[in-house]
Every structure is written in C-alpha cells, then in structure tokens.
C-alpha cells in the first residue's frame, strides 16, 4: 500500500477509495430507517386489523346466538298458547257436540289473537282456525264460518300424525301455503275425543308466518339480521 509521509494513504489508492465508500451517509441510514418503521408499521396494523375482525366475529356470532335462542323461545311460547287454546277449543265443541256446525263457527270467530298472543296486535287476527272431521276434512273455519264445500287436507303431514298420534297432543306439520287461509302458514293441530275417548275430530289452528316474522323483526336487537318472508 502506499502511504503519504503523515501515514495516510495517497490520493487515488486503493486504500483511500476503501475509506471513503465505508463512510456513514445520512440518506442511506435515513432510508433504511423509514423502512423499518414502514414495515413495523404494517405488522402493527395487521395485527390490530386481525384482533379487531376477530373482536367483530366474537361479537356478532355471540349476538346471533342470541337471536336465535330468543326466536326459539318465542315460537316455542307460541306453541304453549296454541296448545292451550286448542284444547280449550276442543272441549267446548265435544260439550257442544261436533255435529251442530252452527256453534262451532261462533266458538271459532269468538277466539282471537289476544287469546293465542295476549296482544291485541291485528295482524295475528289473520291466524285462521279450522275444525276438521273425521272425513279428514276442514268444515268449519275462523274466517268463512260453515264451508259451503269442504276442503279435503287428508294429505297434510299435520293431519296423518294426528291421527296416529295420542289425542289431546300437539302436532305441529310442516310449513305450508293454507287452503283455507290461502297464506304460507305454520299448522299445529290436536286431535279431539269425547267423554268415550273416542276421536270425534280434529282441532286446527294457522299460524300466518308473514305475521310471526314481522313479530320477530320488531323484536330483533339486532339490525344486521334479516327475517324474510315467506
């Protein structure tokens, strides 16, 4: 290496060219810095993002839970009421008798939705109950009184297990657009007997679904759920 008489190296050596390129420069270190704080930042930020969305999921799932162990609740509610006053229903047409079809429409029409709901709400007047013979068909309903021509609903899952099922017991069917209501109801139904306890025919109510669903958005906490229609 060459070196001056003050033992430094000569200008343009090697040596000289060394020194200078590890000299610390102010713009690199400065770069190299913002970079690491950019990329301190971005963790920081998933991070956050990450706890904050799994916060968000925490909670939502939770309030759904909710939500849906409140709808269970109320529409099991609703099938104690129906239960009850089916059964009320059904021993006042036995006392009556279930041939006289003039007593049967006034003792349908004299239940209304503050004895199912216990509201005076009247969108559950629209639910519509029917007494079914033991011909398998609807005779008498709430809203038409005497049927001019009956209806056969022989097919319904609501009415084949009643039959087979012990009377006096709930049986709930399937979600179904009602002949007789002609909506998309819920059908709970309970087969009736006399003193005998023979079956003397079948007591039926229609839960209108539009008028549940309606009940359970106003009751809603939550604004993200959506109840719809049938």
Known sequence: MVYSAENKPLPGSVMEFKLLSSKPSLS?????????????????????NDNTLEDYSEKTIGLLEYEA?????????????????????????????SDDLLKIPRLLRSFDSKNLSGSDDPKRKSDVISWIDLNQRVVVSSNFGVLRA??????????????????????MGRPIFGRVSKKWVLPVAMGVTDFTGKMIGIIEISLDINALTEEMRREAVLEMVTYYEG
Do not use: C, M
């Not at 099991?76 to 089916?86: D, G, P, T």
């Open 69 to 97: 162990v409140r709808i269970d609740r109320s529409l099991v509610i609703e099938i104690k009421n129906a239960a009850y006053l089916l059964q009320s229903l059904g021993r006042q047409i036995d006392q009556y008798g």
């Open 150 to 171: 009956s209806e056969d609903v022989s097919d319904r899952d609501y009415v084949k297990k009643t039959l087979v099922a012990p009377p006096w017991t709930i049986q």
């Open 28 to 48: 690199r270190d400065f770069l190299h810095l913002s970079f690491a704080i950019v990329v301190i930042l971005v963790f920081v930020l998933l991070w956050i």
